[in-house]
């Protein structure tokens, strides 16, 4: 079975370099790893004990 992970928030609010993102969902695992989620969107910024593993840095539509 794979780690266990827990929603911690859903109305954050977080800035990349691909721009602010509102009603962000942020989940936490018992690892240290924490992954960032946006509306529409989907992943948008991922941390490993505090530190930026990955980030979204563009957006473009179709």
């Known amino acids: 079975m794979g780690t266990k992970k827990k929603i911690t928030s859903v109305n954050g ?4 370099p ?3 993102f509102k009603s962000v ?3 936490k695992s018992e ?5 960032y989620f946006a509306p529409n969107v989907g992943f948008i910024k991922g941390t490993y004990n505090g ?6 840095i563009k957006v473009t539509k179709k």
């Open 13 to 16: 609010t977080l800035k990349t």
């Open 18 to 20: 691909a721009g602010t």
């Open 25 to 27: 969902v942020t989940v």
């Open 31 to 35: 690892d240290g790893y924490v992954n």
């Open 51 to 56: 530190k930026t593993t990955s980030e979204l």
